[in-house]
Every structure is written in structure tokens, then in C-alpha cells.
């Protein structure tokens, strides 16, 4: 029932938010945000019940992906008080949408429930909302590049008229890598100082990718600092950070949750 009715105040927001664009509001109406702080209130007791459960916590991947688009919609909307935002809701919500879908249908028991210890459970919360605001600076490249692209070809008009600025979108760009990029650096910290015997527990695969991840977003924030890199350079290299966060996290539980448990 909570991912139901999560499912359809996304929905709503999400045409009011596409009807709102195509009349060219640079605002959409109060309706909106008011739909959206109701689907995260529905978002965050189903997100809970999916992972919580009497024997321990169950991370299996369909039950965590509704976690992560939860921190992140949670981001995007407190961020949207001070700053035009609601637009990256427009890709947000689909994908939320898709993993609540998941959630719902495929997110059958798992056998790997577990007790957290308060550091381990620590690591997580940390690593959800590096993963969650990481996926959020994905997003807003995509966003960035479409702006760029249309505004060297001279197509200055429709949605590009809503969005703010070019020199503001990068600068938003960047806070958000580098928040992103701090709260990844505390969660692989956290993981090396309370997650013990990491080959046991099938996490070096993991440790791998989110390693070649920090290597890559802090190349990045270094070129931007050293060398000015913005545009499309900034685009591919937010874009290589999180396919190796991808890979870190949710393609290695689908290859030991999926192809491996077959």
C-alpha cells in the first residue's frame, strides 16, 4: 500500500511538472512540491518496510534501490528552496518510479538478512547518501550537457529558456561533486575502519570500483581547480565516476543476488 500510494503522488507531480514546462512556467505551481513532500513521506515508510524486517535488515537490490532515489528526491527537493531544481525531477522521478515498480514486484525474500553493528550501519547510511547525491550530480550533468549543446547550435528557446544560466548550472555542478565526493570519502573510510574481513563477505569487487569512482571524481574536481575543465569534459568524467559507482554497488549485487544465486 505505501509504495502504491508513493507510486501515484510521483505520477502526479511528474504531469504537472511536464504540463507546467510546456506552458514555459519557470516555476511550477505550489501543487508540486506539496505532491512531492507527501510521495517522500509515503516514500520513506515503504523504503523502510522493504529493508527493515523482524530478522534483521535485508539489502538485497531491488529492496535498497528504493532507498537510494529516496535520499535522492529528498536532496533535490530541499535543494529546490534555494536554488531552480525542479527540473532534474523530470529524470528523477521515472527512475524512481522504476525502482519502487521493482521494489513492488521482484523484491522477493532474501536468505543474506543480517545484524548491523552501529559502525557498519554507520558505513551504509554514509555510502547511500554519497551514492544518492553522486546520482544527483549525474543527472544535473545530463541536464548541463543538453544546455550546452543546444545553446552552441543557437537553440536558445523551450526548455533551455527555463533552465538557469550555463555559468550557474556548472557552479551547482561542482558543489554537488565535491558534497558528494566528501561524503564518499567518509563512507570508504568507514568501510575500511568497521567492515572487517572483506573477502569473506564478497566486498572487494566492491572496494575496487568504488576506489577507481573516488580515483575519478577527484581527478575531475582537480582539473576543474588546476586546469578549468567545465562543459562536456566535466559531463564524460561525472558520467565515468558514477558507471563505476553503478558498477560498485548495483552491478556487483546483481551478479551475486541474480547470476550467482542461479
Given at each position: 500500500m505505501?509504495?502504491?500510494?508513493?507510486?501515484?503522488?510521483?505520477?502526479?507531480a511528474w504531469f504537472l511538472l511536464i504540463r507546467s514546462l510546456?506552458?514555459?512556467?519557470?516555476?511550477?505551481?505550489?501543487?508540486?512540491?506539496?505532491?512531492?513532500?507527501?510521495a517522500l513521506a509515503c516514500h520513506a515508510y515503504g523504503a523502510y518496510s522493504l529493508i527493515a524486517t523482524p530478522y534483521g535488515y535485508d539489502?538485497?537490490?531491488?529492496?535498497?534501490?528504493?532507498?537510494?532515489?529516496?535520499?535522492?528526491?529528498?536532496?533535490?527537493?530541499?535543494?529546490?528552496?534555494?536554488?531552480?531544481?525542479?527540473?532534474?525531477?523530470?529524470?528523477?522521478?521515472?527512475?524512481?518510479?522504476?525502482?519502487?515498480?521493482?521494489?513492488?514486484?521482484?523484491?522477493?525474500?532474501?536468505?543474506?538478512?543480517?545484524q548491523l553493528s552501529g559502525g557498519v550501519l554507520t558505513h551504509i547510511v554514509l555510502s547511500i547518501f554519497a551514492y544518492s547525491t553522486l546520482t544527483i550530480a549525474?543527472?544535473?550533468?545530463?541536464?548541463?550537457?543538453?544546455?550546452?549543446?543546444?545553446?552552441h547550435n543557437r537553440h536558445a528557446g523551450g526548455l533551455v529558456r527555463l533552465l538557469p544560466p550555463?555559468?550557474?548550472?556548472?557552479?551547482?555542478?561542482?558543489?554537488?561533486?565535491?558534497?558528494?565526493?566528501?561524503?564518499?570519502?567518509?563512507?570508504?573510510?568507514s568501510g575500511a575502519i568497521f567492515v572487517?574481513?572483506?573477502?569473506?563477505?564478497?566486498?572487494?569487487?566492491?572496494?575496487?570500483?568504488?576506489?577507481l569512482a573516488w580515483l575519478t571524481y577527484s581527478v575531475l574536481l582537480w582539473g576543474r581547480h588546476q586546469l578549468g575543465w567545465r562543459g562536456n569534459i566535466a559531463v564524460r568524467w561525472t558520467l565515468a565516476g558514477f558507471g563505476f559507482l553503478i558498477l560498485a554497488y548495483f552491478g556487483s549485487k546483481f551478479v551475486l543476488e541474480v547470476l550467482l544465486s542461479k
Amino acid at each position: 500500500m505505501p509504495i502504491t500510494l508513493t507510486l501515484a503522488l510521483y505520477c502526479s507531480a511528474w504531469f504537472l511538472l511536464i504540463r507546467s514546462l510546456k506552458q514555459r512556467k519557470s516555476q511550477p505551481p505550489i501543487i508540486v512540491p506539496v505532491l512531492l513532500a507527501l510521495a517522500l513521506a509515503c516514500h520513506a515508510y515503504g523504503a523502510y518496510s522493504l529493508i527493515a524486517t523482524p530478522y534483521g535488515y535485508d539489502f538485497n537490490l531491488f529492496r535498497i534501490a528504493p532507498l537510494f532515489f529516496w535520499v535522492a528526491n529528498l536532496l533535490v527537493l530541499a535543494s529546490s528552496i534555494r536554488k531552480p531544481l525542479y527540473n532534474m525531477f523530470v529524470l528523477l522521478l521515472p527512475f524512481t518510479a522504476l525502482s519502487l515498480l521493482c521494489a513492488l514486484f521482484f523484491a522477493s525474500a532474501s536468505h543474506n538478512v543480517i545484524q548491523l553493528s552501529g559502525g557498519v550501519l554507520t558505513h551504509i547510511v554514509l555510502s547511500i547518501f554519497a551514492y544518492s547525491t553522486l546520482t544527483i550530480a549525474t543527472i544535473h550533468a545530463l541536464i548541463l550537457s543538453y544546455q550546452n549543446n543546444q545553446l552552441h547550435n543557437r537553440h536558445a528557446g523551450g526548455l533551455v529558456r527555463l533552465l538557469p544560466p550555463l555559468q550557474t548550472m556548472e557552479a551547482l555542478l561542482f558543489e554537488l561533486l565535491w558534497t558528494g565526493q566528501i561524503l564518499l570519502t567518509v563512507a570508504i573510510a568507514s568501510g575500511a575502519i568497521f567492515v572487517d574481513n572483506m573477502m569473506a563477505q564478497h566486498l572487494a569487487h566492491k572496494s575496487v570500483f568504488s576506489a577507481l569512482a573516488w580515483l575519478t571524481y577527484s581527478v575531475l574536481l582537480w582539473g576543474r581547480h588546476q586546469l578549468g575543465w567545465r562543459g562536456n569534459i566535466a559531463v564524460r568524467w561525472t558520467l565515468a565516476g558514477f558507471g563505476f559507482l553503478i558498477l560498485a554497488y548495483f552491478g556487483s549485487k546483481f551478479v551475486l543476488e541474480v547470476l550467482l544465486s542461479k
